[in-house]
């Protein structure tokens, strides 16, 4: 055994570690009376969970690998994370330049006590990632992170296809890349697999963020993985010097975690979805995560064999753990070499295969992140594959709250940030700050602004802290009222005869996000007393009333959130019958989803919410009063477009288009044939009228299932929008229509 190394190695840190507390304590000045010695050894914090640690374990192959090297030195491109030296060369704390190894390091070296705690890393707040991004305003675990995060990337994947060997993105996704051969400097560069390397946990974490994986273009994938506090940070879950995790702690919202295995089986509200398609969604989430990484095997064996033509194998414990399978016996045998036949397409998966399996804590650092690169690979090696891999039972990402990818928790990635006007209801972390800050929700004249919240780091969608007061017992937050941006307060909670809320409802924490941005009273500060039919200078701008106002929808007139005309009545509160009055009567508060079974026990043989029918009123006038009360409302909304679109062009003089997918929604119809087209910019020229109604028309879009929250309250806001524009000189046809009434 090589325990020269190791002792002398301790031994310095000892020394050092002495001679600091010896500087500390100076011998004093021959005028002073010299104080009785203590020589006792000081005691130095994580020294023991230090020496059984995987950063001192001197005969590990992190630093012995190069012991047979000539010469027997760690390179200075290994050297940052493979000795204590190197990693203090990185910071420049031996006085050189921080961010860069200037030279190789011995291999007597561990990443030893001062390799951590030094002057450099008590200041150290970022990281920059093999990618290029930065991640800022770290703490301790910013140490962690430089050598946990990988040597590759996606952009450095991309680079070795379209930079280094000028490969189409496209047309050679499917080709064979042969060396690369420089005959003048008897040079050759292989397309070879691209290694992300060990232990990447803080890459795993930080997920598109980073971009440690290879992500697909025009694909959008999951953010920094936010565990509860204090347990989101390196050190909030590993002891800094053992490396252990502290599975007691773990246990305290995860009953049953006794050991580190027991971690794989853990499965939450938010990630109930079947990942690997196997019919099992109540698994754990580490046997999702291996049983989808299985499958992407199968998908590179396949395409390796049908397009590369030449079979491969994997073994994880041998450099360059994919090799050419000569006899095709899904073993690497020793004759066997480094697989040579890569495509593009395949190295992409393979990488993605490799980031899946390097970091063994992945499915717990972000498991939904490496989830979504898996699904992706075996998606686009499919387009290549006469059988394809079958995965279409296998979700690739979570439902509405928890959907890590959706625009409504991605929206601020370039930011870095989720501003505080909209961290409320776009972070994880946002309502619970919301709550206990007493925030409100406060007209500023055409504006709301939200108090009480401050910006916000991305987050991939809610969390379970979001609404749960505690994860123990999984109590909620207390709501009683809730503010809307009319100004009215509005809430499922009874009143006292003083008229104020009584008690927390568990839905009421749903209206604190679903009651959209703007309302009457904000419409009505845009517009002021300006012209019904005229474009004023400054032009007006479009008021959005944001997404999924259900609450607002529901409450009506109680809560004001579509432009209501002055001089008519509206419903309030939609009151179902009792058990399903509430946003949580009807959705599983989790995945969202209607119970519609329950809606079965009223509504017979309807096979969705919109099939229901309870009125015999024909709205929109089409003489068929046996539609469903949502082809009612459609029929409204299609007829509200058309006269938009006639008094935009004969009353406003321009032209307008719509598309619901994209901001600002409205556009200007240049050439008048009813699609938005490239170079149609936004629309300019409202007028008063047409603010409100288009107003009115996106509320409607935005809230898909108005047609069940509160039907009278759609039809009632359609049927006054279509007699305004009618009042503004255009011809509308209102014979046949009814306005649902107040009662």
Known sequence: MKLWPKLAAMVGVLFLLLGLFAVAYAAPTAQDAAPAVDTTAPIIPGLTEWQNSPPADFESESFRHWDETDPQEVPASCAKCHSSVGYQDFLGVDGSEAGKVDAAAPVTTVVDCVACHNSATINKTSVVFPSGLEITNLGDESRCMECHQGRESKISVDRQITDTFKLDPVEDLDTVVAPMVDTAKNVTTTFGFRNVHYYAAAATQYGTLVKGGYEYDGMSYDGKFQHPAPFNTCTGCHNPHSLEMDLEACATCHAGVETAEDLAGIRMAGSLMDYDGDGDAEEGIGDEYAGLQEKLGEAITAYAKEVAEADIVYDASAYPYWFGDANANGTKDDDEKGYASWTPRLLKAAYNYQVAGKDPGAFAHNAKYVIQLMHDSIADLNTALAEPVDIEAAARNDVGHFDGTSEAFRHWDAEGDVPADCAKCHSADGLPQFLENNGTVAVAGSSVRTTGVVAAEPSNGLACMTCHADMTEFTLHPVTGVPFPSGKTVSFSKKDDKG????????????????????????????????????????????????????????????????????????????????????????????????????????????????????????????????????????????????MQTYATEVAEAPIVYDAHAYPYYFNDANGNGEVDEGEGSYTAWTPRLLKAAYNYQYVQKDPGMYAHNAKYAGQILYDTLEDLAAGGIEVDMEGLVRPEVK
């Open 500 to 643: 104020a809320y009584t008690e927390p409802v568990a839905a009421n924490l749903c209206l604190e996000c679903h009651q959209g941005r703007a309302s009457t009273a904000t419409m009505n500060a845009a517009i002021g007393n300006k012209e019904l039919d005229e474009v004023p200078e400054p032009a007006l701008r479009f008021q959005n009333v944001h997404y999924f106002a259900a609450g607002a929808s529901l409450f009506g007139n109680d809560a004001q959130g579509a432009y209501q005309y002055a001089d008519k009545e509206y419903v309030g509160q939609f009151k179902h019958v009792p058990g399903f009055d509430t946003c949580t009567g009807c959705h599983n508060p989790h995945a969202l989803e209607l119970e519609l079974e329950k809606c079965t026990t009223c509504h017979a043989g309807i096979e969705g919410p919109g099939d229901i029918r309870i009125t015999p009123t024909d709205l929109d006038g089409d003489a068929d009063a046996k539609e469903p009360i949502k082809a009612e409302i459609e029929g409204l909304t299609e007829k509200l477009y058309a006269a």
